[in-house]
């Protein structure tokens, strides 16, 4: 045995004072939390992982929190339930503290202090009309067809099904839901039109080209095979599950139809943030610190891919969940590509809510009759302002930053407005400052005052 001299081996005495002083000062960087046991909801999707990596890794507990995760049904159930205060919170779609604070559907207020993940989803078709759109476009029938597929191939196909008096049918999992957004925006790229909700049709299919409906994300693959939908926007893993049940084709990611979009987001009553304050941060800094692990390496991804598999989370084939959760995405069988941006947790700031993000959504809602009338870029500003609360996110980054748990860096320096976006597939620029003007450059959406003067710019107008 190597010895050291000079070094006088601690008494018992001595470690038991060390041990108290080093659990003294733990004990004070914890926050005074309001709420200690706390209940939250989530999707089985691969999108819920800051959530369970936040339990799983003991991120809740170092913050002094202990944390129960319960699969919900479905996104209202789910939503319904945060309201009632039955959960504490609930891995949300983007869309939902929006929708519900500006009353679509449900009235509540509800707000987010982390976004959860950027990227995620898919669009997946049936292998009939993968079929189809390779004989409209035969340059899909390559082994490796060239990406991102517009809907361009589909729009023949949508027709002949709407000269035949049944129209194609495609799944999202709820009316606010980036998918449901997603697919629309894909299909009027294309000058598709996938239906406007009115006062009248709260199902969003007046004046429809392709019929939306809604569809529990788990039950998709089922739902296409049985031939109920020909197509379906969601999540991972039911793309990929898509793929090895050998029943249909993602045709194209929401990564390639928005770079690095925003997808879900930490959701919870602006009551019990109020009634809660400490607990939202702390909870919030156990998120972000998920986020960071998620991103870190490799073998993290792999090891949250084993996690996420068991069945009271995902209770999908490590297999499957893998194929898009460790930088790769496969289309067809064999089609298989390098996407590491396919899902991010924390990189490109993945976790910070910007405003810009739910300016997009709340455009979204608008250009397809959600928001029946016209409202002045102010209102888009402070109903942004309302929902996403980065300064719950800010209190918790710089206790991490405090703590030596993340780098200052690693907090985006914004006023919550990303720059004006070129990312999109239809080449058209987004700037969540002038949501206005955005929205006029569309031709397939509700026209607006600003439709005439946004028109002069014709590099950025959709074409229908």
Avoid at 49 to 75: S, T, Y
Avoid at 333 to 342: A, L, N, Q, S, Y
Wanted: with cysteine.
């Amino acid at each position: 045995m190597i010895r050291f001299p000079h070094v006088r081996r601690p008494s018992l005495a001595m470690l038991a004072l060390v041990g108290a002083m080093h659990a003294t000062f733990a004990a004070a960087e914890l926050l005074p939390v309001e709420k200690d046991e706390l209940k939250f909801g989530f999707i089985k999707l691969t999108d819920c992982a800051p959530l369970v990596i936040a339990k799983e890794k003991g991120f809740f507990e170092e913050e002094g929190l202990f944390v129960d995760l319960e699969a919900q049904a479905n996104w209202k159930i789910l939503l319904d339930r945060v309201i009632s205060g039955e959960l504490d919170g609930a891995h949300m779609l983007a869309g939902q503290p929006i929708g519900a604070t500006i009353g679509i559907g449900t009235q509540a207020d509800v707000i987010t202090p982390f976004s959860m993940d950027l990227n995620g989803n898919g669009i997946t078709v049936s292998n009939e009309i993968w079929e189809q759109m390779q004989a409209n476009d035969p340059a899909l029938a390559a082994d490796t067809p060239p990406h991102p597929i517009k809907a361009d191939a589909l729009k023949p196909i949508v027709e002949e099904y709407k000269t035949l008096g049944d129209p194609l049918r495609m799944g999202m999992v709820f009316p606010v839901s980036t998918h449901n957004y997603e697919l629309r925006y894909w299909l009027a790229a294309s000058g598709i039109r996938p239906g406007y909700y009115t006062a009248g049709d709260t199902t969003g299919t007046t004046d429809a080209d392709v019929l939306l409906s809604v569809t529990p994300p788990p039950q998709m693959p089922a739902t296409l095979e049985q031939g109920t939908i020909q197509g379906y926007c969601v999540g991972e893993p039911w793309n990929q599950q898509a793929v090895f049940r050998k029943i249909g084709v993602p045709v194209v990611t929401n990564y390639e139809i928005w770079k690095n979009n925003p997808e879900k987001v930490f959701g919870i009553t602006e009551e019990w943030a109020e009634e809660n304050p400490n607990t939202a941060v702390a909870v919030t800094k156990a998120l972000i610190r998920a986020g960071r692990w998620l991103d870190e390496s490799p073998a993290n991804r792999l090891e949250a891919v084993e996690i996420l598999s068991r069945s009271e989370y995902v209770g999908a084939d490590e297999e499957v969940i893998a194929s898009s959760m460790t930088g790769t995405f496969e289309f067809e069988r064999g089609d298989k590509r390098v996407m590491p941006d396919f899902n991010v947790f924390y990189r490109h700031h993945a976790t910070y809510p910007f405003y810009s993000d739910a300016v997009w959504f709340l455009t979204q809602m608008r250009r397809w009759g959600q928001i029946p009338e016209e409202k002045p870029d102010s209102w888009y500003d402070e109903t942004a302002k309302k929902v996403y609360r980065p300064d719950i996110y800010r209190k918790a980054a710089d206790d991490l930053v405090a703590e030596g748990k993340i780098d200052a860096s690693e907090i985006p320096e914004t006023d919550g407005y990303k720059p004006a976006d070129s990312g999109f597939i239809d080449g058209v620029v987004y700037d969540g400052r002038r949501p206005n003007e955005y929205l006029a450059r569309f031709a397939v959406g509700l026209q607006s005052a600003t439709q005439t003067a946004a028109a002069e710019s014709p590099q950025d107008t959709v074409n229908d």
